[in-house]
């Protein structure tokens, strides 16, 4: 009885001194610190449908863009519904670094091609770092490739330049839904008449919606404040993505024919209510330039 007494006093302080040692050694491991997750994914392309989304090309990755636009469904059978008529633009979008994404392109309407640099100033993250949206600027060049109307005057190249400032502010609220708002700046160095403004502001807005895991609902609209322009119309597309591995397809209709900044924004004369809707699709193909 003894033994038994003194094995189990015995075991009963190396239990105490293991523990008490354990402890200790968690102690000056410290508890996990915690990390900043940055979020991602609130677009499946760095496009909305016509303007920029708050999401960007990965670093060493060229997104080629073919955008193509048919003509207004309200020509009826005759024209096809639309499908006799086409309009696009060719792009190719470069991801430099995490936050900076360059792009060129060139456009069949006005022979316009336009050249971007976007920059991601805060990205949306929980954890360690709380940042409840995105913000991004991103800034534009267009250049009117058709010739000069009037032959007779002094036409200057410049005459051809426009340009085009956005700020974007994002937020992805949950896997299924993303907002954002883009307050934009549209300046023109030629405009036909004096009375209208060379600078136009407008404020956009777009969604997206997942439906499953390889679809999505998608729309943006933006409204231009001073335009005075009484046939100009706001911009309205309506979209639905479809992701295909290195692949995303979207199909949507749209009131818009260029499909730049200055273009879509400036140029719309279309009107939803009169159906001058145009069917279209916009492919992206990204390719992995740099593996580093």
Known sequence: ???????????????????????????????????????????KSSRVINGHSMEMIAPGALDFRILHRFGEISGGAYEMFGLDQASMRLGFDYGIIRNLTVGIGRGTAKKEADAFVKFRILQQSTGKRVMPFSVLYV??????????????????FTSRLGYYHQVIIGRKFNDNFTLQFTPTLVHRNLVEVVQTPNDLYAL??????????????????????????????????????????????QLHFSNAVGMNERAFIADTKNEWGKGEIRFGFNLSRMFQIDHK
Not at 34 to 43: L, Q, R
């Open 1 to 43: 009885m003894k033994k038994i007494i003194t094995l189990s006093l015995f075991l009963f302080f190396i239990n105490i001194v293991l523990r008490s040692q354990t402890e200790d050694l968690l102690d000056m491991l410290g508890e996990d610190e915690p990390t900043t997750e940055y979020v991602k994914n609130a677009f």
């Open 139 to 156: 800034g534009g060049i267009t250049c009117d490739g058709l010739k000069f109307a009037d032959t007779t005057r002094v036409n200057y």
């Open 204 to 249: 956009g807005t777009g969604g997206r919606i997942k439906l499953t895991k390889r679809l999505a609902l998608t729309a943006d609209y933006f409204y231009v404040f001073n335009n005075t322009d009484t046939t100009a119309r706001n911009p309205l597309s309506l979209g639905i993505d479809i992701e295909t591995g290195g692949h995303v397809f």
